[in-house]
DNA sequence: TATGAATGAGCCTTCATTCAT
DNA sequence: GATGAATGAAGGCTCATTCAT
């Protein structure tokens, strides 16, 4: 590949994200069906015909979003999946939770919006699904390592706590106390 | 007040109902954007015009749906707010809590759009914030009372967790190990 | 004719007079569109169906109001209609178009509404010129007399001039100085 | 800037007009309530949907077609306004206002029509008032200067009697005669 | 006579998407 | 690539009118 065509390529890449940046922004704020994609574009600072030339649809546009929150999701933990957990990994897994959940309530924002939405969900279940079940088996593992009786529903529960925890984060971030429910949390399953 | 005023009134809240309950089912199928008045007047078998007859928006429809919704889950409960909770009336507002998520899955599907999406939370906080205090502040004693350093902390966790619950349960019934979950928080908390 | 047929039939005029008067003060406030028979028939403390039972649609209610204030308007000078008018009852007629004006805003701002209102004049142009004609006939009669050169443009000027001068009375009555006007009026025409 | 966005503005100014200009002409024939944003669309050969790319609303759109009307008004006269008219001036500006009358039938409908329509006043009253005060202040000036006892009565009644018979040859224009009572009006009045 | 629930056409407006430039 | 004018379907909502009671 020429050079042109490669520097090309990146720069149409961080078009790419300075799109999906603005849309994630407005969609955690005002919700999807409330952002147009007319505001998206005015926050991206391109024009509404542009959009086009990066992401087929609306609903493109939201799944790559959700895609790639994924994939980044992903690729802070991804040492850790051979073999079953030490309590200290378990701890550094939970620790590593907290902080993205910090660094990127947009993110959440959007991702709850999307599982709370069955026609949205839909279009994004197979890649959630793809993130959820290395996870739990991971969990699973190390529960009955540690065990546990029934380790796929202690996995199950500890996965949905995080979720409740996340969306009660996302409502309120400034009043709940997420640092004391993460030690809490630690004393509980660890 | 003549027996036939009140027929009318009667019937009137009646078809009040009838309307809600179409709607709480396609709102929850297909998102509240996504759900036309259209549709719900059709589901509900009556014309378009006449919703706002019984409802003043689409707005004021999901609100009234929200609030009775609450309003029924707070009547479950309303025993135990004099005092601090025996271990026996914890686990009694357990099994409750997960026999009421069971027979209401359309309503809890419909209460995550709702604070899943910051344009809905808005009209219902208020209203929602009501119905949690009571709740947290009973947990937060029973808590305490158990001897945990933050029972505050521990309360809201317990809520976060039962939502996380819940969500995972509306998103996939079939597939998530409810029962056995029930059992292991009982463990943990009781 | 039976005694209670007669008195049905005033009891039945009485509640078309009562709705006519609700309708015009709503009319005359937020414009005819803009008025809609709920309004009137709440205003009218009636229901909505028994105003069908007086007037068969919103259009006729309007005509009906416009031919009432019509014939009001003319009872009030049919008197002089058989010879040309002295100056004496040339200046009466005009002292009495304007108390005729101070005492019935609402029914003249109805006027103007109709007659700026193409599709509403329609209905009720004959009415007009059965009102206007006599009017300008004995105008341009007593301006013949007094050795006008064009009696008919005279009297139409005239016509024309209290139309203006109603309409911006109508418009902001405390600020017009209708009584001046009318002096500087009669210095001019008389 | 560059021509071309130079040109784009000028374009959009073009389809302003034809917007504005089909608009007005259903406006004065159907008046305001009932002509739909539908049949403007039709009429100016554009869709629905692009009305609203140059007006934010069906009010916005009368409102700017009376601006610009009044605005254009304005400049057919801004010369005399430093210093009392003369005689000469006085009987030019009679002339230039039947002639802008005759000129701009359309326009004077809706002019009507919006000052008789309380609702549709209330959006276009301000203008209305920068329009109207100087014109009434040169006139009054005018009269002053004739010797008239109470010259701002007489600007006001000399305004009426303008509104007036615009109206009257609005309303049917074929048969009001409107070149004699120019006439008259001179003959009164300078 | 009187009520107000019910209808449905039609209105204003929004918005994802396309396309000429 | 980049723009934004243009389209048209669809949505929320209003309202004159009808009709069962």
Redesign the pocket.
């Given at each position: 590949m020429p050079r042109s065509e490669e520097k090309?390529k990146e720069l149409?890449e961080q078009?790419r994200i300075i799109i999906m940046d603005a849309a994630l922004e407005l969609f955690a704020e005002k919700g999807f069906?409330?952002?147009?994609?007319?505001?998206?574009?005015k926050h991206a600072?391109?024009?509404?015909?542009?959009?086009?030339?990066?992401f087929?649809?609306?609903?493109?546009?939201i799944i790559s979003i959700v895609h790639d929150g994924f994939d980044k999701f992903l690729r802070e933990f991804d040492a850790n999946k051979d073999s079953v957990l030490t309590d200290d990994e378990f701890e550094y897994f939970i620790d590593k939770t907290f902080e993205v959940l910090r660094n990127n309530l947009h993110f959440w924002k959007l991702y709850f919006m999307v599982i709370a939405q069955p026609q949205v969900l839909k279009l994004v279940d197979k890649k959630l699904m793809e993130l959820v079940i290395p996870f739990i088996t991971v969990l699973s593992e190390y529960f009955a390592a540690k065990g546990c009786k029934n380790p796929m529903a202690h996995a199950q529960l500890f996965g949905a706590m995080l979720d409740g925890v996340s969306l009660n984060y996302m409502i309120d971030p400034d009043n709940f106390p997420i640092e004391e429910i993460k030690q809490i949390i630690k004393t509980k399953f660890i």
């Open positions: 090309f149409r078009k069906a409330s952002t147009s994609i007319s505001m998206i574009a600072k391109i024009s509404k015909g542009l959009m086009y030339n990066y087929d649809s609306k609903e493109e546009l």
